[in-house]
């Protein structure tokens, strides 16, 4: 038997809609044959891009074989051949998408942040809620191959007491007027809904929350260090949003996180994103997709000597995880586990509840910023 699951995909024009959700995941589940549930029953995808842009949306429909397109987002809600809406819109475009599909009696799926205030994500969660659709947010990190490494290394008990974890995110995000830029415009933009703590703190906050210990305060400084950057057009414009975050979190169970986000730094360590934890027992560093461990029988002991060349080369005790699993696009499996919860009600934590959360973070950041003080991040449910 085959489920057949109408899926409107809203955003599909930009960076993540397009590469992340439709051609790997959506699409490519499609051509894998759809997500099979047992010997005989499967669940298969069938989108229905919707956008602004006829052209564009002609133009990716025809790319992927043909798919149904539209410039008429309400007539789509009111199809029931779709059960799903999926929004990969700018973030302060999600909002009231999400609402109107929710009051059409659609299930939703969105990328982060849902919202740019935590009443308003709270509000969609409700709304949500009363309206007794599904829903689910997209948190890919939790299925990166590096951080599925951590989780089994956690889970064996390889760190004993965890203490700390520091994260180190991020690259040079060229300004657009030599260089072309590598991220839209409208990031550096607040009043298009753009930040850098928006945008990051949300992905911290489901990666602490479900590796480490619920976060329960926040401190963080932000910044705006590259003041002009060029648009799509290659015109000059303001960065009225943050560009940069230096963040510390207090998590339950005692654990001291420090994570450093930036789109102005240059890369010298082993991945975009990296994240070390240390351990009574051992440490870990994972990137996105590799892992190095150190335990605590192969740990060196430098002495301080600035004066002679350092007799260690600290990168040699350091232990490459092995491949154990074959690893999925990590968008696709969070979509293969969303479909399996809309048609067999399979389990899905990643709920716009957990949304909001990452959205309260980021909210919390901010206000630290502002207030330069640490500020509590009380339980939401
Ligand atoms: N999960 C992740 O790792 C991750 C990474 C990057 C971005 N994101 C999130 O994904 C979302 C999209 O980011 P992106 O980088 O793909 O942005 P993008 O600018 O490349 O794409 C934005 C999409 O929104 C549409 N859009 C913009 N203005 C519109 C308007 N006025 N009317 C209708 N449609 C409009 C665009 O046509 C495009 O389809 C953001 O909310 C961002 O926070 C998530």
Known sequence: MIHTVGIIMNGVTGRMGLNQ???RSVYAIMQQGGVKISDDETIMPKPLLVGRNQAKLESISREFGGLKWSTDVDSALSDPQYSIYFD??????RADAVRKAVAAGKNIYCEKPIANTVDMAYD???QASKA???????QDKLWLPGMLKLKTLRELGFFGKILSVRGEFGYWVFEGDTVPAQRPSWNYRKEDGGGLIIDMLCHWRYVLDNLFGEVKAVSCLGATHVPTRWDEKGKPYQCTADDSAYATFELEG??????????????RRDDLFTMQVDGSKGSAVVGLRDCWIQPYGATPRPVWNPDIPSTINYFDGWQKVPEQA?????FKVQWELFLRHVVKDGPFRWTLLEAVKGVQLAEKGIESWKKRAWVDVPAIA
């Open 132 to 138: 007794g659709v599904k829903h689910g947010v997209v």
């Open 88 to 93: 990969a819109q700018t973030t302060d475009r």
């Open 124 to 126: 969609l969660y409700k």
């Open 326 to 330: 074959n690893f999925e696009n990590a």
């Open 254 to 267: 005692g654990v001291i996180a420090h994570f450093n986000s930036s789109w102005c730094v240059r890369v």
């Open 21 to 23: 959700h439709l051609a």
